[in-house]
């Protein structure tokens, strides 16, 4: 709750770059479906510049039109996000890609599933 009044605050300065770090961090997946819908509408609806600072590879990929992956404190890959998550070209890249889709982070696959009558 407090992390989203703060977001509030700081938007209401309508400022041109808006930096985000790790806003999905600890949320549930309802949560994170939320954020990922804030960060969209901020990105279309209003325009706004956004650093996201990330280890979410989903809302990367979806709010993201370029990403930089930073591996011992320097960037060792920067293109745009489909290039970078669907082809990485640095080691770095392409193991943790490859460890987080087997835990499937988008909030849509992280839903618990409800159990349909019989």
């Known amino acids: ?3 989203r009044l703060i977001a509030c605050m700081s938007l209401s300065f309508e400022p041109e770059l808006v930096i985000a770090d790790e806003p999905t961090k600890g949320w549930t997946p309802r949560q994170r479906k939320e954020q990922w819908s804030f960060s969209l509408r901020l990105k279309k609806e209003y325009g706004k ?3 996201l600072i990330t280890h979410d590879l ?3 990929l979806e709010v993201c ?3 930089a992956v930073m591996y011992a404190g320097e960037i060792v890959e920067l ?5 970078v998550l669907n082809t990485p070209s640095h080691p770095y890249t392409k193991a943790y890609s490859s460890s987080t889709e087997e835990r499937a982070c988008s909030p849509e696959r992280a839903e618990p599933k409800q159990d349909r009558p019989s």
């Open 58 to 60: 989903d809302l990367a």
């Open 65 to 67: 039109d370029r990403i």
């Open 1 to 3: 709750m407090r992390q």
């Open 49 to 51: 510049t956004m650093l």
């Open 79 to 83: 293109d745009e996000a489909s290039k």
